[in-house]
C-alpha cells in the first residue's frame, strides 16, 4: 500500500523546463526547413509565389523596389533577395516633390554590347593640344592598318588633364578631348579605316588616370585619346 501511495503523490509528465525546451527546439527545427525550403527554389514562379506570400504575412505596402505581383521573368544577373528590400519612404516613391519629366515612352531600349578589347590603343597629346606629335601619329598610322578590314565597332575616347583653358581654341575641356578623339579618328579614316566602325567618346576630365596629382609628368598621363575595340560588328545596324 505505502508503495502505490508514493506512486500516486508523484504524479506524471515533463518537467516544465522540458516544454520550453521542446518548443524551442521545434521552432529551430521549422527555421532550418524554412532556409532548406527557401534554397531549393529553383524556379522563377516558385520564387514569385514565395515572396507573394511573404509580402501578405508581413503586410507589405509597396515603395520603389516593390513586391511585383504580376509573372514576370527574374534576370540571372539579380539576386532574388533584392526584391524583398522595403522602400525607406514608402509614401514618396519619387524621393522628391519635382515633377520629373515624361516623355512618349516609359523605357529605352540599348543596343547590346560586346566584349571590350583595348590592345595598345592609346596615344598621348602634348597639354593643351590636338595636334599629335610625329612619333604618336607614326604609332597610330600602324595601328590603324591592322585594323582595316574588319567590321567590328572602334570607340574613340577623348581625356584631358584638369589644366585651365582658358585662353586657348578650345571652349572647354569636353571641346579638348572631343578635338583629340576627331583628330585620332581621321587619322583611322586617313588609313582605310571605315568611318561606320568609328564612334567618338568626349570624356573630358571625367575618368583620369591620374586624378588630381600636382607633377606635372603624371597629370599628362590624362592627355590621351584610347581606342577601343567591341566586338560586335556593325552590319547589324545597317539592316
Keep these: 500500500m505505502a508503495l502505490k501511495k508514493k506512486q500516486a503523490e508523484g504524479g506524471g509528465g515533463a518537467p516544465e523546463w522540458m516544454v520550453t525546451y521542446g518548443d524551442m527546439v521545434t521552432l529551430l527545427l521549422t ?3 524554412l532556409l532548406l525550403a527557401m534554397s531549393e527554389v529553383k524556379q522563377d514562379q516558385k520564387m514569385m509565389e514565395f515572396m507573394q506570400a511573404v509580402k501578405e504575412a508581413f503586410g507589405y505596402t509597396g515603395g520603389v523596389r516593390q513586391l511585383p505581383t ?6 540571372k544577373n539579380i539576386n532574388e533577395a533584392r526584391l524583398l528590400v522595403m ?4 509614401d514618396n516613391l519619387g524621393y522628391t516633390n519635382d515633377q520629373g519629366p515624361r516623355g512618349k515612352r516609359a523605357r529605352v531600349n540599348s543596343r547590346p554590347r560586346g566584349k571590350e578589347y583595348k590592345p595598345g590603343g592609346s ?3 602634348p597639354e593643351l ?3 599629335l606629335s610625329k612619333s604618336e601619329l607614326d604609332k597610330l598610322s600602324e595601328y590603324a592598318r591592322q585594323l582595316r578590314g574588319y567590321t567590328t565597332l572602334i570607340e574613340v575616347h577623348g581625356y584631358c588633364s ?3 583653358v582658358k585662353g586657348t ?3 572647354d575641356h569636353f571641346d579638348l578631348s572631343y578635338q583629340r578623339a576627331r583628330a585620332v579618328a581621321q587619322v583611322l579614316m586617313d588609313n582605310g579605316v571605315s568611318e561606320r566602325r ?3 567618346v568626349a570624356a573630358g576630365t571625367t575618368q583620369p588616370i591620374a586624378p588630381s596629382v600636382p607633377d606635372a609628368t603624371e597629370r599628362r598621363r590624362n592627355d590621351i585619346v584610347e581606342l577601343i575595340q567591341i566586338d560586335q560588328s556593325i552590319d547589324q545596324f545597317s539592316r
Design 129 to 131: 593640344s590636338a595636334t
Design 70 to 75: 504580376e509573372e514576370v521573368e527574374i534576370p
Design 123 to 125: 596615344f598621348h597629346f
Design 169 to 171: 581654341p578650345f571652349q
Design 31 to 33: 527555421f532550418f526547413v
Design 198 to 200: 568609328i564612334k567618338i
Design 162 to 164: 584638369k589644366r585651365p
Design 87 to 90: 522602400a525607406i519612404q514608402p
